[in-house]
């Protein structure tokens, strides 16, 4: 049988009382990087990538700066490269909304007004296409590393997973949203696909909307942030063959949004106080994934707007659930309050997983690094 094992020192044990629990994964810290880029970034990039190649590991990220695209040395911080980018003219990016992947010598991007694209490496914009969809009018097509576009073959698929009107939407009208569509590269035209929300999504009342999804071999997982279903649709039958339900022990009280809250704080602390699954990551080294949650969080502490927001983007806590490549749950973890950051910055690699320890909440918090936690895993007979 092939086991999945944490190194170092991976135990696991459950609780063998009342309802069967998820094995609980206990792990110790194999490496912490601390790297300073040469050029200033966010301690937590939201638009950021891996590259891993002979001569050494790489970040590819987007500068909240100078809005271009630099390369850096992870060993080192050295900038390798950067690819300037025009916000004017006929090779414009402007109002680009995410990096939706790094692919055959491409850089593909989504846009606002709703469009995909790509450039080269060196920052022309070589590609650029409408999506559209009659039966709603589309907030945003966005992309990030947990939200990518994906090529398979001929076509580009990208999704869509936010509701468009919440507060007037009906039950009924999940079934008008359609999550997943795709561009034929070819024939030169979107197609979107019976993808949804699962029918049960609002029977207990209006849960808000978002997903990450993570690609393993030729079909997408599709994770939403507030159910415990998983869909896995396939690119090459383009339907959803299973429905996977993939639940942490820690998540039972998910935020319904039933009226609109009577402020911008209250509705922040609804936030923080339920609880949320996060960013879906799939390993290909490993072949497992990695479902990220965050149990709610409430105290008796008087915060300030600036300090919700700061909660909400870096909760107090972070799990992690692993599933293998047939989305059985192989166990969770749950990390000490503000031990990490996890709603961006993080990655794959051949080494392992790549988690931020820049909490915005931690007193180790450091605007200027990028500081990570290596956990490595391997595969035995």
Avoid at 7 to 25: H, P
Wanted: charged share 25%; aromatic share 16%.
């Amino acid at each position: 049988m092939r086991n999945i094992i944490f190194v170092l020192f991976i135990t696991f044990f459950c609780s063998c009382e009342g309802t069967k629990s998820n094995q609980i994964l206990d792990f110790k810290i194999v490496d912490v990087l601390e790297v300073i880029p040469e050029v200033m970034l966010s301690p937590n990039p939201a638009q950021i990538r891996l590259i891993e190649s002979d001569s050494g590991r790489f970040i590819f990220v987007l500068s909240h700066i100078s809005k271009n695209f630099n390369i850096f040395n992870l060993e080192n911080g050295k900038l390798v490269k950067e690819i300037i980018l025009d916000y004017d003219g006929p090779n414009s990016v402007r109002n680009f909304t995410g990096v939706g992947n790094l692919e055959n010598n491409r850089i593909w991007l989504t846009f606002s007004p709703h469009a995909i694209g790509y450039t080269d490496f060196d920052g022309n914009l070589l590609f650029k296409r409408s999506i559209k969809l009659d039966l709603i009018d589309i907030t945003v097509v966005y992309s990030n590393f947990y939200q990518s576009l994906y090529l398979y073959r001929n076509k580009v698929f990208g999704m869509q997973p936010l509701f468009m009107g919440h507060h007037k939407m009906s039950e009924s009208d999940i079934m008008r949203h359609p999550l997943v569509y795709s561009f034929d590269l070819i024939l030169n035209k979107e197609k979107w696909y019976d993808v949804f929300y699962s029918q049960n999504y609002w029977s207990k009342g209006k849960k808000l909307s978002n997903f990450s999804w993570a690609r393993r071999e030729n079909k997408l997982y599709i994770s939403p942030w507030y159910d415990h279903e998983i869909q896995v649709f396939n690119m090459e039958t383009e339907v959803v063959e299973e429905k996977v339900i993939a639940k942490s022990d820690k998540i039972n009280n998910f935020y319904y949004v039933n009226e609109i809250p009577g402020s911008n704080e209250e509705g922040l602390r609804n936030r923080i106080k339920h609880d949320l699954y996060g960013i879906l990551l799939y390993d290909k080294y490993r072949d497992c994934f990695y479902r990220f949650f965050f149990p709610g969080y409430e105290d008796d502490e008087q915060y300030s707007m600036e300090d919700l927001w700061r909660l909400d983007r870096s909760r107090p806590y972070t799990g992690i659930m692993v599933l293998d490549k047939d989305l059985n749950v192989v166990g969770e973890f749950v990390f000490e309050k503000f031990q990490i950051h996890a709603t961006s910055n993080m990655f794959v690699g051949e080494r392992g997983l790549y988690l931020s320890l820049n909490n915005e909440n931690s007193p180790d918090f450091n605007e200027e690094s990028l500081r990570y936690l290596v956990v490595q895993f391997d595969k035995q007979e």
